[in-house]
């Protein structure tokens, strides 16, 4: 078992910055990827950033150049950050970490998210 806690969500104006944490507990060695998503009201949620166990990252082109991605570990956790610089009102949505592990081809466990929300 896998145990996801996000957190650093908030409200900015548009131009501002914030940084996600996600605390990841439990079973975290066979981790193969991690990663940032995110949903807005009545949209399919949508990647934001991934990271793998090697530190390459990819981003979406709408976030490419503002946000990073970034891992840690400490005391058996594992931790995925979000920087999120520059934001914009399109930013706006609840966001989610995710892990997947190895040999299950997608992301298999979810935090249950934090809110982002970025006014004009």
Request: hydrophobic share 35%; glycine share 14%.
């Amino acid at each position: 078992q896998v145990q996801l806690v996000e957190s650093g969500g908030g409200s900015v104006q548009a131009g501002g910055s914030l940084r996600l944490s996600c605390a990841v507990s439990g079973q975290i060695s066979n981790i193969l990827q991690r990663g940032w998503f995110r949903q807005f009201r009545g949209k399919e949620r949508e990647g934001v950033a991934v990271i793998d166990t090697d530190g390459s990252a990819i981003y979406s082109d709408s976030v490419k150049g503002r946000f990073t991605i970034a891992q840690g570990n400490a005391d058996k956790v594992l931790y995925v950050y979000l920087q999120m610089n520059k934001l914009t009102i399109e930013d706006t949505g609840t966001y989610y970490c995710a892990i997947e592990r190895w040999g299950c081809g997608a992301m298999d466990y979810w935090g249950k998210g934090t809110q982002v929300t970025v006014s004009s």
